[in-house]
């Protein structure tokens, strides 16, 4: 059964980096057949997803429009983990933070759309 | 404002039928899979549809999918009070190259 444990504060001053980190068990990052996502979720923005990584020979990352110019997303399989960082946070970026595999549930197609599991979630809160 | 567009509440009497909506665009639902989700407060959200209308293991067969367009439905026939939660709509968008999750609707069981 694959897990995912998050790691990271739960409160953060404006204008600093959020760090969080997602350590997998059961499940390989390195993984062909999962890409690794985090998405967050407020009462203001509803479900948003941030960015995932996979690998397929080679690491890939895609980061949602809305953060492109914030965020990254990276991989260490030493660890077995995927980390987020997101900079220059403002009371809008408060939201319960979650990672969650993207799985081949039925096929691959469902990589990009269907997560599970997810992890316990954090709840960040940015403010001084 | 999400992208997708969801109706923010739904409601219906137990064993009744509940039907969600939710509209996108081309590029988004028009031309990719929707995948539907079940949220209790306080967890994580569980797929209940891929793939527009498909179940996964374990989803009862009260819940159905459908797709035409640029929209798509989530209905529920039979309804039970543990089907009370918030759904949420989702689908990958090739204009954007990301997903897109719907503002979700609210589900009471009257």
């Known amino acids: 059964q694959v897990q995912l444990q998050q790691s990271g504060p739960g409160l953060v001053k404006p204008s600093q980096t959020l760090s969080l980190t997602c350590a997998v068990f059961g499940d390989r990052v390195s993984s062909h057949n999962a890409a690794w996502n985090w998405i967050r979720q407020s009462p203001s923005r509803g479900l948003e997803w941030l960015g995932r990584t996979y690998y397929r020979s080679r690491w890939y990352h895609d980061y949602a429009v809305s953060v492109k110019s914030r965020i990254t997303i990276n991989s260490d399989t030493s660890k077995n983990q995927f980390s987020l960082q997101l900079k220059s946070l403002t009371p809008d970026d408060t939201a319960v933070y979650y990672c969650?595999?993207?799985?081949?549930?039925?096929?691959?197609?469902?990589?990009?759309?269907?997560?599970?599991?997810w992890g316990q979630g954090t709840l960040v809160t940015v403010s001084s | 404002q999400s992208v997708l567009t969801q109706p923010p509440s739904a409601s219906a009497t137990p064993g009744q039928r509940v039907t969600i909506t939710c509209s996108g665009s081309?590029?988004?639902?028009?031309?990719?899979?929707v995948y539907w989700y079940q949220q209790f407060p306080g967890t994580a959200p569980k797929v209940v549809m891929y793939r527009n209308d498909l179940r996964p293991s374990g989803v009862p067969d009260r819940f159905s999918g459908s797709k035409s367009g640029t929209s798509a439905s989530l209905a529920i026939t039979g309804l039970r009070s543990e089907d009370e939660a918030d759904y949420y709509c989702a689908s990958w968008d090739d204009s954007l190259s990301g997903v897109l999750f719907g503002g979700g609707t609210k589900v009471t069981v009257l």
């Open positions: 969650a595999r993207g799985t081949a549930g039925a096929g691959p197609m469902d990589i990009y759309t269907w997560f599970d599991p």
């Open positions: 081309g590029s988004n639902i028009g031309s990719n899979f």
